[in-house]
């Protein structure tokens, strides 16, 4: 049996940081991934999928370019050179993830791990033992229990289309639904969105979803409220969408099932061992990452905790801080974790939501808007409007939260969080000078 002060199940950015944070430390660390390394992120989600944004961007501003004087007569796009860029980005990212591991003195160990007891995995038919053993296997895809299910495609699967079809049905509200949807038809697919309820993002403000079903539809995506599906038939070289509701889709080339994620947790016999789960597998986890069994921990996808790449990384960092650093105290802060969704337009968001905030302050909060025209459009006939929102407390109309949706809403969102987290006022958004003409000025111009 080989020994080691820490052993990582998985790969991803979770995994990844704190196996090296603990090795940089002098730990004596071994991590066990059976896929690519890179997890979720680097390949089959943000990585892959801000490649095919920017791809989508780039459409977008080809067809306003007539309004900037410039003539796009002839412009193609080549499905798979983009696809194979990407690939080929993504295997370089793999590498680099190899080499930092072997940089860091991290043994890798490709296969898939089961825990034989607390402190012991099998790999494959070979042990491996450590006092600290941290689960960080992330997600997988959801399928849905209709006839006809194995028809579609997951967001795993999108990244393997050989080619770009001219149809597609997405099903789905959240991130994955709405961005990939948002991709589709910027690169001149016809898309259709298909929705259970009437909503879009509803862990986010209001606002948000509101305004981007508006921007969707304008954008020529046929958005579909209260539209669950109830089946998927193969119609000759397509797909016919059966609704709850009784009625049928138009048969689309390709259907994508894009309705969240679940923790990748099957096969490791937790329950063997006393690790305590969920229904569908999610660890439950102390604010510490300490599982139900002392020396095992979770981070990332696998304990639903914001399921962000930068909040694995961080939770891994501080746990290895934490383990192997003489920091006891050392934890991750999971209030005022900022996000953004890349739809067309991006949203940006961090901090309580409207409602949120009155149901915890009630008559104390003071919400600030504003709802313009970003210069960019100012030329074209095409306006896309953005919308931002910043959500006050108390006298002191201290910032509790801020959440935009437009052009740009990317980039700025990560400055304004940090003003946020530091706990910044309406009165210090107002007293700084704005950078004009820009979006970003709107947040401190507000009245």
Known sequence: MKQYDLLVLGGGSGGMACARRAAQYGARVALIEQARLGGTCVNVGCVPKKVMWHAAEFAD??????????????????????????????????????????????????????????????????????????????????????????????????FEWPDKPASVAVSGSGYIATELAGVLN??????????????????????????????????????????????????????????????????????????GRTPNTGGLNLAQIGVETEYDGTIAVDAYQNTSVAGIYALGDVTRQAELTPVAI??????????????????????????????????????????????????????????????YYGVLENKVRAAMKLVCVGAEEKIIGAHVIGAGADEMLQGFAVAVRMGATKEDFDDTVAIHPTTAEEFVTMT
Not at 209 to 223: K, N, Q, Y
Request: aromatic share 8%.
């Open 186 to 259: 910027s690169l001149g697919v016809q898309t259709t969105l298909l929705l259970r309820k009437a909503h879009v993002l509803r862990e986010f403000d209001s606002m948000l979803g509101e305004r981007l079903i508006e921007h969707m539809r304008a954008a020529g995506i046929d958005v579909r409220i209260y539209s669950g599906v109830r089946a998927l038939q193969s119609v000759g070289d397509g797909v016919q969408v059966q609704l709850e509701d009784g009625s049928e889709l138009a048969p689309v080339e390709r259907f994508l099932w894009a309705i």
């Open 61 to 158: 501003q080809a067809a306003d370019a007539g309004g900037y004087g410039f003539s796009m007569t002839g412009l193609a796009h080549d499905w798979a050179t983009l696809c194979a860029n990407r690939e080929t980005f993504i295997k370089r990212l793999n590498g680099i993830y190899e080499r930092n591991l072997d940089k860091d003195g991290v043994a890798y160990i490709a296969g898939h791990a089961k825990f034989v007891d607390a402190t012991t995995l099998d790999v494959d038919g070979t042990h491996y033992s450590a006092p600290h053993i941290v689960i960080a296997t992330g997600g997988q895809s959801r399928w849905p229990d209709v006839p006809g299910a194995e028809l579609g495609s997951d967001s795993d699967d999108f």
């Open 314 to 375: 961080a939770a891994g960092r501080r746990l290895s801080d934490r383990l192997f650093n003489n920091q006891p105290e050392r934890k991750l802060d999971y209030h005022n974790i900022p996000s953004v969704v890349f739809t067309h337009p991006p949203i940006g968001t961090v901090g309580l939501s409207e409602k949120e905030a009155r149901a915890q302050h009630g008559d104390a909060v003071r919400i600030y808007t504003s709802d313009f025209v970003p210069l």
